[in-house]
Structures are given as C-alpha cells and as structure tokens.
C-alpha cells in the first residue's frame, strides 16, 4: 500500500508545484504591491502543502513536518503583517502602491 | 479506480488552483483577496485529506480569520489607487517562466517516479541525476498522539526555533505598529524641510562646501 484512501503521493506534490508557481507568477508580475503580497502567501501555502504531504507519506511517526509547517505558519503571519505596515506606510506618503514607483533609494 | 477520496482530491485541486489563478490575473484587487480566501480554504482540505486535522483548523484560523483580513483592510485602505493594468511589461516572460519551472519540477524532479515507478515521461530523471529514490514500504497510520508529541516536540527539540519564532512575532508585531503608526503633519513637514536641506547641501559643489565647513570652523 503506497496511498491513503487510495491516494498515492504525487497528486498533492504536483498541486503543491501548481499552487508555487502561480504564486510566483503573481509575486512578480503584479503591479500591486498587496496582489504581489498575495502571490507570497501562496507560495508559503504551497510549501506548506509539500511539507505536510511529506510527513503523512515519509514520516508520520516524526513530528519534523509538522513543527516546520507550523514555523512556516508564524514567518506568513510576521511578513504579512509587517509587508502590509509598509504598504500603508507607502500609500500614505506615495499616494500609490505600485512597485516601479519605489525606486526612491536608486542613486 | 475511483474512490471517495479520489474525487474530494479532483475538486479540492480544481477549487484551489482555479482560485489561485483567479488571484493572480484578477483585475479588481478586492476580488483577488477574496479569491484568495477561497485558495486558502481548498488548502485546508488538503490538510483535511492528508490527516493533519490540527493544521487544517490553523489554516482557517490564521490565513483565513488573520491574514486574509489584514489583506482586505489594506485592500481598503489603499482604494484611491486606479492601475491602468494589473500586470507589469513583464509579466508575459514570467508567466512563460513559470510553466517552464513547472514542467521542469513535475517531468525533472520526478514527483511521478516516487508512486508510479512504471510511468516516467522520457524517463530523463533516472538518465540525468541516476534512479530516484523509490520508497517501496507502505505508508504508516498517524498515531492518535500525533498532536501531543508535536506539542512536546516544539518545547524539547524545537525549543529554541520556539523562542525564536515568539520573539518575530512580537517584533513584526512592534514593526508594524512603527512602520504604519499615524504621524502628526508638523513631524512629516519637519522631516520633508530636513530632506530638503540636505538635498540642497549635496546640490553645492564640493570645494565651496569643504570651504564654508573650514569658516564654520574657524569661526567657532
């Protein structure tokens, strides 16, 4: 028996490949700053989604998958909270939130 | 073979990935966060299906009830904003870039190698890198503790990741109030005068200004 319930492991990974790469389609060809946020938490979703495919196939008696999926949840939670300080922060100087209109700092 | 399992897998897929897609080619930001709600929950069935139930609830707690909010209220926050289009010039190569990635991940690395040993598009893996790893042993059950020695684990061997992981959530926390906080008009027009200021000290030519820095100091 290589599945449970009759699902082998290769689906979830392949929805995982799925879910990262339409995230990374978002995160950078966006031009808004939140979508660009938006096409991140995916990405972190679909990490999420192979580790825990990983533990319940390879290692369901350790606890490594699910304490790295639960660190990955605390880093999203920090980094949404801190990406959007920064985008009001922007918007309220800025009146805008696109990212090519960041390029202050370039000499 | 069809089985119950199978087809809760096929709407799950098709739910998340469309909602996904929806995310990322959606004009309307708004619509795109509450897509992204959507996403977030064909994720949670996921967890659901592979047995990790405590992750399932955290899922619906923390991206659904926390983090999709916090997005919504920036959303609203920043309605002002009209964009002429939702994707930048580049967004034709990147959008070509991630098929490749993803045609590259799925045939390379070899997700169907692991279960399906008979099917190998090309069979370039075992060509390029040698035979995959196949694990043959069957899957075990969760133990009904799985929870309890998470629990454990994350005080004993993830003790200090633990620590870590409270002192970035307070700090993001700290950040963020800092980096958003409401400022008064008379600190901004202080602050602009001041940029404004050295912009124009920078504006001098050099030699002029080293002089005018030796007059201060001989006059002090």
Same mark, same amino acid.
């Given at each position: 028996m290589n599945s449970i319930n009759g699902l082998p492991l290769a689906p979830f990974l392949v929805v995982a490949a799925g879910l990262f790469v339409i995230g990374l389609y978002g995160a950078l060809a966006?031009?808004?700053?939140?979508?660009?946020?938006?096409?991140?938490?995916?990405?972190?979703?679909?990490?999420n989604l192979n580790l825990i495919a990983f533990w319940r196939y390879v290692a369901p008696n350790s606890?490594?998958?699910?304490?790295?999926?639960?660190?990955?949840?605390?880093?999203?939670?920090?980094?949404?909270?801190?990406?959007?300080?920064?985008?009001?922060?922007v918007y309220r100087n800025l009146r805008s939130v696109d990212p090519e209109k960041l390029d202050q700092m370039k000499m | 073979m069809l089985?119950?399992?199978?087809?809760?897998?096929?709407?799950?897929?098709?739910?998340?990935?469309?909602?996904?897609?929806?995310?990322?080619?959606?004009k309307n930001v708004f619509h795109a966060a509450?897509?992204?709600?959507?996403?977030?929950?064909?994720?949670?069935?996921?967890?659901?299906?592979?047995?990790?139930? $405590?992750?399932?609830?955290a899922?619906?707690?923390?991206?659904?009830?926390?983090?999709?909010?916090?997005?919504?209220?920036?959303?609203?926050?920043t309605r002002g904003v009209t964009m002429a289009r939702p994707n930048n010039e580049q967004s034709g190569?990147?959008?070509?870039?991630?098929?490749?990635? $993803?045609?590259?991940?799925?045939?390379?690395?070899?997700?169907?190698?692991?279960n399906f040993p008979g099917f190998a598009p090309l069979n370039l893996p075992a060509r390029a890198f040698g035979a995959p790893p196949e694990f043959k042993m069957a899957v075990q059950a969760v133990s009904p503790d799985a929870l309890q020695r998470l629990g454990r684990a994350l005080v004993d061997q993830y003790m200090v990741a633990f620590l870590l992981a409270g002192v970035l959530l307070l700090?993001?926390?700290?950040?963020?109030?800092?980096?958003?906080?409401?400022?008064?008009?008379?600190?901004?027009?202080?602050?602009?005068r001041e940029m404004a200021a050295e912009e124009a000290a920078a504006a001098v030519p050099p030699a002029p200004a080293a002089e005018a820095v030796a007059t201060t100091d001989a006059h002090h």
């Amino acid at each position: 028996m290589n599945s449970i319930n009759g699902l082998p492991l290769a689906p979830f990974l392949v929805v995982a490949a799925g879910l990262f790469v339409i995230g990374l389609y978002g995160a950078l060809a966006r031009k808004n700053a939140i979508a660009v946020l938006m096409g991140v938490e995916l990405m972190l979703n679909a990490v999420n989604l192979n580790l825990i495919a990983f533990w319940r196939y390879v290692a369901p008696n350790s606890s490594a998958g699910l304490a790295f999926a639960a660190f990955v949840f605390i880093v999203a939670a920090a980094e949404a909270a801190v990406g959007l300080a920064l985008i009001i922060s922007v918007y309220r100087n800025l009146r805008s939130v696109d990212p090519e209109k960041l390029d202050q700092m370039k000499m | 073979m069809l089985t119950f399992s199978t087809v809760i897998f096929v709407i799950l897929a098709v739910v998340t990935l469309g909602a996904a897609l929806a995310v990322v080619t959606m004009k309307n930001v708004f619509h795109a966060a509450l897509m992204l709600v959507l996403a977030f929950f064909g994720v949670a069935g996921f967890y659901v299906l592979l047995e990790a139930n $405590f992750f399932a609830a955290a899922q619906v707690l923390v991206y659904i009830g926390a983090i999709s909010i916090l997005i919504i209220f920036a959303v609203m926050l920043t309605r002002g904003v009209t964009m002429a289009r939702p994707n930048n010039e580049q967004s034709g190569a990147v959008a070509t870039a991630s098929a490749v990635l $993803f045609v590259l991940i799925v045939v390379l690395v070899g997700p169907w190698k692991i279960n399906f040993p008979g099917f190998a598009p090309l069979n370039l893996p075992a060509r390029a890198f040698g035979a995959p790893p196949e694990f043959k042993m069957a899957v075990q059950a969760v133990s009904p503790d799985a929870l309890q020695r998470l629990g454990r684990a994350l005080v004993d061997q993830y003790m200090v990741a633990f620590l870590l992981a409270g002192v970035l959530l307070l700090l993001a926390m700290i950040g963020a109030v800092w980096v958003a906080r409401e400022r008064k008009l008379v600190e901004i027009v202080k602050e602009r005068r001041e940029m404004a200021a050295e912009e124009a000290a920078a504006a001098v030519p050099p030699a002029p200004a080293a002089e005018a820095v030796a007059t201060t100091d001989a006059h002090h």
